[in-house]
């Protein structure tokens, strides 16, 4: 562009305020997911050159969140500058890829960024370093082991290599060459000498004409003009001041991770940015002997580093506010928010939740201001921090710095916060608090407190420290602080956030935290004055963070391949993702890549605001008259069934959930779609009944099907022989597919017979034909689907692509045009929905030795507002609800509930997860009872031998008792046991928790038509051979699979092989890819294909069996062979007989158990995972590698749902979590600091290679975190007198496990009345 002035050439709202719409189109590597800058799934790497230090800089940001003018002059690297497998890939790509980093491949390009930014900068980082640096990229796949290990290969001292051993292997490195199989166990999945080495030289250098133009002495000032908004960025402070006198309205834009998501989500208008980015006079940090002056430009990663060094030079004593911000600032969002995130920005965008802002209050920094009119200091206290307007900048004034003193020997300063995750989260509350005493005394002479999240801005208690100064900091002052603080700062039961019981017992746990925390460093230095009340007992101040860069160790697979096997055949072999290098290198194609179609149209959608109402009105005319429109797409569009299987397309008449979608906007861009979708009117009248909740459902009988019940045994008989009788409640909440892809339809209407193809990312490609056939009114035979990939799917993109294809279609069909579909993530939250919430009752009849003898269980979901699978979910509740446990007299009954929100559908483990907490918890509470441990219950409840399940299907538990007795035995479970429960005998506020959960889990479905399959192969004449099949590839290496099959079944390398896509054109009627049988079913059908072909060329083998496979391919294609073929799987027989309550439903089973230890902070509710052991039944695997990445990702997943994901919904059933700011998935962190998964090896002869399908059964072993959480609390709750069982339901979030850890502040919190003002 030319410098000066530079006019862009188009302008959509918002549009400056994201580079990703000005990435060139043919890059697809930077992926688009959230939008606000919370999953780094666009990452890319910023260069500039800093003309004073001559130094060039290099930080990740987030494209979505960067103005596309705050980067003039600098050099952008996106993922393709790394590498390309037309070029040459980077090993940062090669190594993710060959340490199976990659699943579907959506975060790859971003996690590539991020590790390879940080390589520019650190050629050899620690391993700390590199789990930082992937703090602020979500992965929803692979549960992040991989990504790390991948990321510690460049680790300066070749990371202690024992880390990729199982800590049950006992052999060395040195012993231990790489094969697959040595002695019994194998430990890797891939081969480190085949990375190519990193040489940190080869990369690219700096644009030098950039240095020129950074260097440049006459700079000029820069305007970007846009139709609706202005971009100026000064030359100097003076130009800065005189821009600022001009527009005083203007924000001042730096890191845009305020003003962005202002613009993007809140409809913030500016006509006029100004942006000193990069402006030398705000970049500097000046330390004298009071304190230390830092530039309001230095982005918050250069604040830490400059008080890192200034830590390191200064005596301790004079750090504690530097500190204090240097805690936070390592938790605060991600890697690329703290490059791209200000001081100055922070500290005048005065977020309510700020971490910085309490502590830089508490350490009495000032803040630096200019103006024309000259410069004067404002304190950065209560005043300015409850935004008090005569505290207030001046709106022509411009944070120039911010001074922060050094601290005294007799001034403490803390900083304090609790997030529902402890990395890249909002604080639920935070505090800054410091206390200067009288010297050589305990005499308070100042305190301060500042609290963030309770209020809507971060709030100063002053009055209570006004009352408390010249008292002793003793227990009797802590006592009446906790008072007058709770009486200051009031949060409104209404407040918004919720959790108000929470959030008031946080604020005097935090508190209670610094008051140990600066006794502790009194006690050293003066003799403090009575102890009381509260002894402070030890650990209660330290937060309960995870060691960074933790410490990961592997897995172990029992399975050896064979020796003999030849040694072109990969099955049973870590044979990499077949797509995984493009991943990592950005050039696979998903949805939203494919290059624009010609006249192709944006969809943008209407969604309902009211959960149950007519629709009066719906104007459309404001919409329609906006620039770029096309059409408004509404219910009477549809040519054919708009309510096709009570599935409605488009709302019609009425409405029945918040997020129905009423109806689309079609345009020529999507930010014209979305401007339009805003204008359309409408205008409803609430119906009654409004049904939320299962226990509304109930009360207003509202239900989804009819009863599904299954019994053994006399119940009622039963329970009149028992010792003893409980009956308890579970609630287990719901969860959020939040696949990194949302869901993107691609619908093209074809010239010729009515016919639409539509590229989507589905499980159920068959679905979506079914379901755009009804809608268009025409028959299935003109209806192509094709699925190359989908960034994920976990069940999401099962029924929703069908409803949404559906959508599309209709909207292709009525403007003619191609329609790209892409979903925003709130939007996509909104409305598909996801698992169902769950409630569990139970009545349990047992014996005083834990024999359990009778249990009547009963569940109701909440299938929302349509049927979609809810019937099918509870079947399979139903069936599955007895898990590793013979009840002999057994009864379960369980129904969907209709309510008034959007329809929930499959998910990973399909009712599973839910369902089978409620087993466990009565198990636990059943062992409360009879004073033993819940793993006493267990194994004395646990099916020993070969039986008959609750359904009457016989099975074999012998690999379950493996896993369960391995489980115990190889997690020295006793030992750790005894361990926990010493180290909580000296910690009353923490807490050590461990459990172990058996799990016997199903696969496929109870009808054996679902479990067909068919493949087509083609050989073609040079030999290569084309495999299609029904199954979607979703990233669960299922295609990856599919080649190591038919490589075994030829006879030939992989290399020959490929797989394109799955289509309904060659193969029709595919079944869904779901229920763990994708490798199962479609590697029976490939396989048969296979055979067919195989036997066909026996002839000419057998004539010329020295020939190579190229010679048979000609050879046989001159003797008019078939070089084509369909493959097909019947299906696995299967039944189910609901009248009866019988049937073999399920084709066999998978079994597996997983101990888990957690550590708990009682007064905040964070807890840290300290270890997980899963032992998992895998028979034979075809792909260890893929297998352990499923284990794992699913285990991630799970323990995300029982511990940190929570929807909200208000009352009136409107989500409120719509996004990665507010609905928390684990990262990177949360992965436990020591991980071990074995793959035990069986028997299961009637799947392929007798394999056994993993996809799903990892998710429930994620409830050992929840169980060992579970066991902490109850130590807690022990030591604090409370004996009597209680119910800890699903997820244990940090909220309630400080609610359950009941203790003095609880009370308090409970009892305090409101205050008086
Ligand atoms: C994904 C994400 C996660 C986050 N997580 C956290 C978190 O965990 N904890 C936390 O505390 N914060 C968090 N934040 C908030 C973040 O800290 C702030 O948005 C950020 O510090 C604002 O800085 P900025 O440079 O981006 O400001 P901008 O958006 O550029 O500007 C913000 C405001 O400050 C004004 N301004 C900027 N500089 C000056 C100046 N020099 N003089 C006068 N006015 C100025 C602007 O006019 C504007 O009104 C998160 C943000 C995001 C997007
Ligand atoms: S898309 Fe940019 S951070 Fe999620
Ligand atoms: S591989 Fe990370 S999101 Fe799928």
Known sequence: AEPGKVKLPSEQPGSLFSLTPFLPVHLTGTKYSCGSGGCGACTVMVSRYDPKTKKIHHYPVTACLVPICSLYGAAVTTVEGVGSIKTRIHPVQERLAKCHGTQCGFCSPGMVMSIYTLLRNHPEPTPEQITEALGGNLCRCTGYRPIVESGKTFCAVSYDKKYFFNSYTSLSISEVPFVFCFVEMCTKLYNEDEFQPFDPSQEPIFPPELIRMAEDPNKRRLTFRGKRTTWITPVNLNDLLELKTNFPEAPIIMGNTAVGPSIKFRDEFHPVFISPLGLQELYFVDSTDDGVTIGAGYSLAQLNDALHFIVSEQPKEKTKTYHALLKHLRTLAGAQIRNMATLGGHVVSRPNFSDLNPILAAGNATINLISKEGKRQIPLDGRFLEKSPEANLKSEETVLSVYIPHSTRWHFVSGLRIAQRQENAFAMVNAGMSVKFEDGTDTIKELQMFYGSVGPTVVSASKTCQQLTGRYWNDQMLSDACQLVLDEIYIPPDAEGGMVEYRRTLIISLLFKFYLKVRRGLNKMVRTTSLGLWAPWPSGHEPCLRTAGNKITCFVHEQCV????????????????????????????????????????????VTSTRAHAKIILIDTSEALALPGVADVITAEDVPGDNNYQGEIFYAQNEVICVGQIVCTVAADTYAHAKEAAKKVRIVYEDLEPRIITIEQALEHNSFLSAEKKIEQGNVEQAF??????????????????????????????????????????????????????????????????????????????????????????????????????????????????????????????????????????????????????????????????????????????????????????????????????????????????????????????????????????????????????????????????????????????????????????????????????????????????????????????????????ASRELNIPESYIHLSETNTTTVPNATFTAGSMGADINGKAVQNACQILKARLQPVIRKNPKGTWEEWISEAYEESINLSTTGYFKGYQTNMDWKKGE???????????????????????????????????????????????????????????????????????????????????????????????????????????????????????????????????????????????????????????????????????????????
């Open 562 to 605: 064979d020796p003999y096997q030849p040694p072109q055949d990969p099955v049973g072999h870590p044979v990499m993702h077949q797509s995984a290098i493009k991943h990592t290198t950005g050039e696979a194609v998903f949805v939203d890549d494919i290059p624009p179609i010609s006249q192709e149209l944006f969809l943008a959608v």
């Open 1143 to 1317: 049937g073999d439903a399920f084709p066999y089973f998978v079994y597996g158990a997983s101990c888990s230890e957690v550590e708990v902070d009682c007064l905040t509710g964070a807890h840290k995972l300290l270890r997980t052991d899963i032992f998992m039944d895998a028979a034979f695997s075809i792909n260890p590698a893929v297998d352990i990445g499923q284990i794992e990702g699913a285990f991630v997943q799970g323990m995300g749902f029982y511990t940190i994901e929570e929807l909200k919904y208000s009352p009136e059933g409107v989500l409120y979590s719509r996004g990665p700011d507010d609905y928390k998935i684990p990262t990177v962190t949360e992965i436990p600091e020591e991980f071990n998964v074995t793959l035990v090896r069986s028997q299961n002869p009637i799947a392929i290679y007798s394999s056994k399908g993993l996809g799903e059964a990892g998710m429930f072993l994620g409830s050992s975190v929840l169980f060992a959480i579970y066991d902490a609390v109850a130590a807690a709750r022990r030591e604090r007198g409370l004996t009597k069982t209680f119910t800890l339901s699903s997820p244990a979030t940090p909220e309630l496990i400080r609610m359950t850890c009941v203790d003095q502040f609880t009370d308090m919190v409970r009892v305090v009345r409101r205050a008086p003002y």
């Open 720 to 1045: 009149k022989h028992v010792d003893q009788i409980i009956e308890g409640e579970v609630h287990v909440e719901g969860q959020e597919h939040f696949y990194m892809e949302t869901q993107t339809i691609l619908a093209i209407p074809q010239e010729e017979d009515k016919e639409m193809v539509l590229h989507l990312g589905t499980q159920f490609q068959t679905h979506v034909q079914e379901y755009v056939a009804a809608a268009l009114n025409i028959p299935r035979n003109r209806i192509a689907c094709h699925t190359k990939r989908a960034g994920g799917a976990f069940g999401g993109k099962v029924s929703k692509p069908a409803l949404l294809g559906a959508v599309s279609a209709v909207a292709a069909n009525k403007t003619g045009r191609p329609i790209r579909f892409i979903l925003e993530r709130g939007d996509d939250m909104l409305i598909t929905a996801g698992r169902h919430p769950l409630l569990g009752k139970y009545k349990i009849g047992f014996m005083n030795n834990g024999v359990i003898k009778a249990a009547d269980i009963e569940y109701y979901i909440n299938g929302g507002c349509t049927p979609d699978e809810s019937e099918l979910v509870m079947e399979f509740i139903v069936l599955r609800c007895e898990n590793a446990y013979y009840i002999p007299n057994f009864r379960c009954r369980g129904r969907p509930c209709k309510t008034n929100l959007p329809s929930n559908t499959a998910f990973r483990g399909f009712g599973f997860p839910q369902g089978i907490v409620v087993s466990e918890a009565y198990i636990t509470a059943v062992a409360s009872q009879c004073n033993l441990t819940p793993e006493q219950v267990k194994e004395i409840n646990m099916y020993k031998r070969t039986s008959r399940t609750v359904h009457k299907q016989i099975f074999n538990p012998e690999p379950l008792r493996r896993c369960w007795k391995e489980c115990l035995e190889k997690s020295s479970f006793s030992a750790r046991k005894l361990a926990a429960e010493e180290f909580n005998k000296k910690n009353y506020w923490k807490k050590r928790g461990l459990a172990v959960v058996p799990m016997k889990f199903t696969v496929g479905m109870p009808t054996t038509f679902y479990n067909q399959a068919a493949a087509l192969v083609h050989i073609y004449l040079d030999g290569s051979v084309l495999v299609s099949h029904g199954g979607c590839e979703l990233g669960q290496g299922l295609h990856t699979k599919m080649i190591q099959v």
